[in-house]
């Protein structure tokens, strides 16, 4: 299996939702099966039902995010190059034809936050930005039609 690039925070956040699903989230669906069985026949218990697929989906959850973490390969920001863009830099990105200036955060697709300008580089935008250096023009072709970026600095 590859090693999968994820910056320091975002494996942070995935080692605190495994933290919350086996420690706060698994305890509590084991109690609602308890209280749900409690109320007798199963065959046509909803609260037992429902307890049964959350506690299938927090153990499937929990799995795919031991294999992640397990599988993870963090990448520290600050030790990059700045001459080009790879996976975890912060890119500024000026757009051609409006002047406009946008930053994201190059991340995987765990991380991808557009709110928080975290961008997957599995995403078009992403893909079109790796490997560009400082200068570099991006044309991405858009729902609403071809985009025009100058990669105008790597932080």
Partial sequence: MDRVPITPRGYEALKKELTQLVSVERPLVIKAIEEARAHGDLSENAEFEAAKERQAFIEARANELKFKLGNADIIDPDKLPRDRAVFASRVLLANVDTGEEVEYQL?????????????????????????????????????????????????
């Fill in 107 to 155: 991340v995987g697709p765990d991380e991808s936050d557009i709110k928080e300008g975290r961008i997957s580089v599995a995403s078009p935008l992403g893909r079109a930005i790796i490997g560009r250096r400082p200068g570099d023009e991006i044309v991405l072709e858009a729902p609403a039609g071809k985009r025009t970026y100058e990669l105008v600095e790597i932080r």
